[in-house]
């Protein structure tokens, strides 16, 4: 009997249909391994993962491969975006055995939930060097039946040295200038000058690097973190990865120029740039970084946000290309004929031109994904838009990628952020009001009773997965900016709950480490924690930051103390592994410049003055700076405390490492003091 049509999750409920009878993750299924004897079939995905779906057509609807496993295994489907401690622990486990990762992701446990063997996706039949499913599946049934003792002194083994990977950290003290530099001069190391980004194919936006070097540069003026981010930045926003059409971000792109994307679009990875290329114009005041924030917040809104409002986890790189074949990248590829049919003979030439549409294409099957490869000659700006507009009119036609309705509440933190501060450096308060929405959805739905916080939900229905580190990391992060943004200090409040169950479950008091889940959650056969990033910023350093912004709120030294002693692991990581510890890097930016405090008080919110010295205060580069915004007398913010207005005139203060400067009452003045060290 399958057991998942009662599901929320949508990537279980494609599977709900399987003639394999999956059960969730639950302490039933590992019941029914022990008392059928039997091994479990762990299989992890997620709903727009590509080769999640070829392996689900190819395996999971066959009916022959299916009667093996009903016979033989029990089978337990997990989505990883519900249960990243699962899916944490045992990719640990693959990549440790085999080298490398990746989903679908395929373990076999004992009863006991060890894993004894890895891999990810199999095919039907022997291909490439790998086994094929059946073949694994009878492997493995025989060396259960025949070698049990020696597989469970195999599973015990594997469990005994994840133990033994615990991150050592004694709470050290946060990385200083040295290591900062250090961290700078390996990304130097990797940087691809030619094409932006770091390291080969594929390429994956590094959202968090990007954070860090645009914080570098603004805490020390240093160019080459600047052109780092600027010329990467570009480049991405030229390419492939990026949608020309309908804004927003693919996942990342199979080769090393940004050209063919893996063409699922995620949440967080959208949210993360839409929120970098916001932050690149604060600094730049690039046309292109402006575009481009704006064209993937709209996207957002557009296209991910769910009746209740909230933003949906993902679409698809998968959809119907008109002849009912599900193909990668269908509903986003151009022939030329296709864009002279739509253009007109003169518009299609100019369009293929504009975009790099070839004869030969590129990317499959003569299709070509729309660039702008141009970075010499002059095109009619009304004459782009017009042929823009059309092609999208006439995409939106096409069968349309699935969309995965679950809400994420760490991604839709990052959502939030992104929407809340590009609304007000745009002066788009319909940005801030999604944001809003957004925010009020998991105060509804995903917060309880105790501030707990809930992983997901769908349909205005909360999951029953608990919310793991980054989800209280990245939800207080984004409620930490709203408050920023919109001079309600309830965000603030909401934010502090939230970290307050990061230093009570989720934090080791003798230490300061973090981990991935809380102290009274789920045991599995250990603990999670990481301190790197992955496609998100890791929950230790999100925690981090979002711990630090609100120390420098409150004045609270226990959130100081424990922002000091977990950015203690950049120190280490930092200068080693600088790709993959960005968000670390960026935190600790903001902790050697302060981060700068900054209460805006007015005579009124909708005074125009105090507007200006307010979105003023939030165009400041200097790392990390806090921002408190209201009227003499306000008890929403602590920094508004004893706050009055100079001369009846809307005043900004400005104060770091407990020295404050004179008040100021010109934007101009206020703008120095928030840029450069």
Wanted: aromatic letters at 8%; proline letters at 6%; a negative charge.
């Amino acid at each position: 009997m399958n057991r998942l049509a009662h599901e929320t999750s949508p990537y279980l409920l494609q599977h709900a249909d399987n003639p394999v009878d999956w059960w969730p993750w639950s302490a039933e299924a590992f019941e029914e391994a022990r008392r059928t004897h039997k091994p479990v079939l762990l299989s992890v995905g997620y709903s727009s993962c590509h080769w999640c779906h070829v392996m689900a057509h190819e395996s999971f609807e066959d009916q022959a491969t299916a009667d093996y496993l009903n016979e033989h295994f029990v089978s337990v489907k997990v989505d990883r975006e519900e249960r990243p401690d699962v899916d944490a622990v045992y990719m640990e486990a693959v990549q440790a055995a085999t080298g490398h990762g990746g989903w679908p992701m395929t373990v076999f446990l004992t009863p006991d939930a060890e894993p004894f063997y890895f891999g990810t996706y199999f095919p039907p039949a022997p291909r490439h060097g790998m086994p094929s499913f059946r073949q694994v599946l009878e492997g493995v049934q025989q060396a259960w039946s025949t070698r049990h003792d020696e597989v469970s002194e195999v599973a015990g083994k594997i469990v005994r040295d994840l133990a033994q990977r615990e991150i050592s950290h004694q709470g050290g003290r946060p990385p200083g200038e040295q290591e900062l530099a250090q961290a700078l001069l390996g990304l130097t190391r990797e940087y691809d000058p030619q094409r932006g980004g770091f390291g080969g194919a594929p390429k994956f936006p590094p959202s968090m690097v990007l954070e860090f070097l645009l914080r570098h540069h603004a805490r020390t003026g240093a160019e080459g973190a600047l052109q780092m981010a600027q010329d990467t930045c570009e480049r991405m926003a030229r390419g492939g990865i990026y949608d020309q059409l309908g804004g927003g971000f693919a996942r990342y792109s199979v080769d090393r120029d940004w050209t063919v994307p893996h063409f699922e679009k995620m949440l967080y990875d959208n949210a993360l740039l839409c929120r970098v290329y916001a932050h690149l114009w604060r600094a730049t005041g690039s046309d292109l970084a402006r575009r481009v924030a704006l064209e993937t917040a709209d996207f957002l809104v557009r296209e991910l946000r769910t009746e209740e409002g909230g933003f949906a986890s993902a679409l698809d790189a998968d959809s119907d290309d008109g002849s009912g074949r599900h193909v990668e990248g269908a509903y986003y590829v151009w022939r030329p004929e296709q864009l002279v049919g739509v253009l007109g003979e003169d518009d299609g030439r100019l369009a293929a031109q504009y975009f790099g549409v070839t004869d030969e294409g590129t990317f499959e099957h003569g299709q070509s994904v729309l660039q702008l490869p141009q970075t010499e000659g002059v095109f009619d700006a009304e004459k782009v838009a017009s042929v823009k507009s059309r092609l999208l009119r006439e995409r939106t036609g096409r069968p349309a990628p699935g969309r995965d309705d679950k809400v994420v509440a760490a991604w839709n933190g990052l959502a939030i952020a992104a929407l809340a501060e590009t609304g007000a450096y745009f002066d788009r308060p319909d940005l801030i009001e999604a944001a809003l929405g957004a925010a009020d959805l998991l105060v509804r739905v995903h917060l309880d009773e105790h501030a707990r916080l809930g992983r997901t939900s769908k349909d205005g229905r909360a999951g029953a997965n608990a919310g793991v580190l980054e989800d209280y990391a990245d939800v207080a992060e984004g409620f930490l900016a709203l408050a920023a943004v919109t001079g309600e200090g309830v965000w603030l409040d909401f934010a502090g709950l939230l970290l307050d169950h990061v230093l009570a479950r989720f934090t080791d008091p003798e230490t300061g480490a973090l981990y991935d889940t809380a102290s009274d959650a789920e045991r599995l056969i250990r603990r999670p924690q990481d301190p790197t990033d992955n496609a998100t910023p890791s929950g230790w350093t999100a925690a981090a930051g979002a711990l630090l912004s609100y120390a420098a709120h409150t004045g609270s030294e226990p959130h100081r103390t424990a922002a000091e002693r977990a950015v203690g692991v950049v120190r280490t990581l930092g200068p080693r592994v600088p790709r993959f510890i960005g968000w670390g890097l960026a935190v600790a930016e903001a902790l050697l410049d302060g981060p700068r405090e900054v209460a805006v008080v007015g005579p009124a919110l909708d005074d125009e003055r105090a507007a200006d010295l307010h979105r003023t205060a939030l165009l400041g580069t200097a790392p990390g700076a806090v921002v408190a915004y209201g009227t003499p007398g306000s008890d929403e913010f602590p920094l508004l405390a004893d706050r009055t207005l100079t001369g009846g005139a809307p005043t900004a203060y400005v104060c770091r490492g407990f020295v404050c400067d004179l008040p100021l009452t010109d934007p101009a003045a206020l703008k120095t003091k928030l840029t450069g060290p």
